[in-house]
């Protein structure tokens, strides 16, 4: 939900990168509901929580972490101060991934230590498809990699190039011609994230299979 002031600002010729008038206090915690307190983590990394919703955002869960050493009174009506001066909308202008519990945490709160609060990075890295690191900007064959090429083809032995650029030699190609994509992510097939271990053995593992080696 865009608040009015910020509307009103654009229609006025506010551009991005523009100051915007500030929030007015008092419109946002008034619809903040269901509060639940809870207690997040283990051993060290155990943290006081507060998850709640709020009726500008219908459908979506918050959950805001207070380190251990600020749980309390002062520090809870901080989080209040904060939701009311408008923090909480600030944040949800760019909203955060939610967890696999479907929370989104405060981008101000605290943090669990170890891979759990990586763990939807990650899973929106590996799950949602994967991708060539730099596949968005086109290879190009460069001199260095051409005579690698050449001398593959001259029967020179291999020398670790993927064979898309050892085909695209062979049919002409030459430095600063565009090259295919690199082939081999494409073949990462089933991949799954999970935490395995305790405490602070705990590590994100990631399982997945591979066409060319099917069993």
Avoid: C, K
């Amino acid at each position: 939900m865009i608040p009015q002031p910020t509307i009103d600002a654009v229609r006025a010729g506010a551009r991005p990168g523009h100051q915007l008038p500030p929030r007015e206090p008092g419109d946002y915690l008034a619809h903040v509901t269901d509060p639940d307190v809870i207690i997040t983590g283990s051993e060290a990394g155990r943290r006081a929580a507060v998850l709640f919703s709020h009726q500008h955002f219908p459908g979506i869960h918050f959950g805001h972490r207070f380190q251990p050493e600020q749980e309390g009174t002062g520090t809870a009506f901080a989080l209040l101060a904060d939701i009311e001066t408008g923090d909480l909308h600030r944040m949800m202008e760019a909203p955060p991934s939610p967890d696999s519990d479907g929370i989104i945490w405060t981008s101000w709160g605290a943090r669990l230590p170890g891979p759990e609060h990586q763990l939807t990075e990650i899973q929106a890295a590996f799950l949602g498809g994967w991708r060539a690191p730099g596949a968005e900007n086109p290879r190009i064959l460069t001199e260095r990699v051409y005579g690698e090429a050449r001398r593959v083809l001259g029967g020179g032995g291999w020398t670790g190039l993927d064979e898309a650029t050892v085909e695209a030699v062979r049919g002409g190609a030459r430095p600063g011609d565009p090259l295919p994509p690199v082939p081999y992510i494409n073949g990462v097939l089933d991949p799954d994230v999970l935490i395995t271990g305790s405490d602070e053995d705990r590590r994100v593992t990631i399982l997945f299979s591979y066409r060319d080696w099917t069993a």
